[in-house]
Structure formats: structure tokens, C-alpha cells
């Protein structure tokens, strides 16, 4: 399966971005991130079984995963963001019914799409 990302970008302290991935079907979503010298950490997942979704506890509130079955697309809906969000995004695939937090539990990924917020 190829991922697309989509939606990177620049923008100040407290802006908002939208990213999307190019996804449908019966999988799992999920996006995750990586700053420099960091290693790659989950930000959210969305459940293709039922829906349900899972934020890391650094964007939930800020945040927001969804379908967009219209478009074929999950989109990360990122407002109120800070200089530590700045990372590379990453959307990844699996076909488990739910999202998982580790790396290692994702089948396919995306190439990313790199996210700076300056203050």
C-alpha cells in the first residue's frame, strides 16, 4: 500500500496546520512525528473497525484525527501549536482494528511531510 502525506508546513506559535494521508479501506491510521535527534513517537490513530481514536498525551485536546471517506483521506486537524511540535510527520498503516502507540506495529508508511513552528 502507497501513503501519501500531505499538509506540511511553517507557521507561528499557536497556528494551525491540517495534514492529510491518502488512505482508505479496512486499516488503521495513524500519524506519528520525529524532531531532530528524537526518536519516532506516536501522535494519534484512528480505528478503521469502529472509529475509535488515540492521542499521545502531548496532543490530545490540541489535536484531532478523522475520516474523511469522501476524499479517501485521514486528516490531523493540528491547532494551538508550539515550537515542539516541529518535527517530521509520518502516517503509517495496520491492519489491526486499532492503533497501537509502538512503531514496530505499523505494516506501511509514508514518505513525511516536515511541520516547523516558530515562536
Known amino acids: 500500500v502507497q501513503l501519501q502525506a500531505s499538509g506540511g508546513g511553517s507557521v507561528l506559535d499557536g497556528g494551525s496546520l491540517r495534514l492529510s494521508c491518502a488512505a482508505s479501506g479496512r486499516i488503521t491510521v495513524g500519524w506519528f512525528r520525529q524532531a531532530p535527534g528524537k526518536e519516532r513517537e506516536f501522535v494519534a490513530g484512528?480505528?478503521?473497525?469502529?472509529?475509535?481514536?488515540d492521542y499521545s498525551d502531548s496532543v490530545r485536546g490540541r489535536f484531532t484525527i478523522s475520516r474523511d471517506n469522501a476524499k479517501n483521506t485521514v486528516d490531523l486537524q493540528m491547532n494551538s501549536l508550539k515550537p515542539e511540535d516541529t518535527a517530521v510527520y509520518y502516517c503509517?498503516?495496520?491492519?489491526?482494528?486499532?492503533?497501537?502507540?509502538?512503531?514496530?506495529?505499523?505494516?506501511?508508511w509514508g514518505q513525511g511531510t516536515l511541520v516547523t513552528v516558530s515562536s
Open positions: 484512528i480505528s478503521w473497525r469502529d472509529g475509535n481514536t
Open positions: 503509517a498503516i495496520r491492519y489491526s482494528g486499532t492503533p497501537s502507540r509502538r512503531s514496530d506495529q505499523w505494516q506501511s
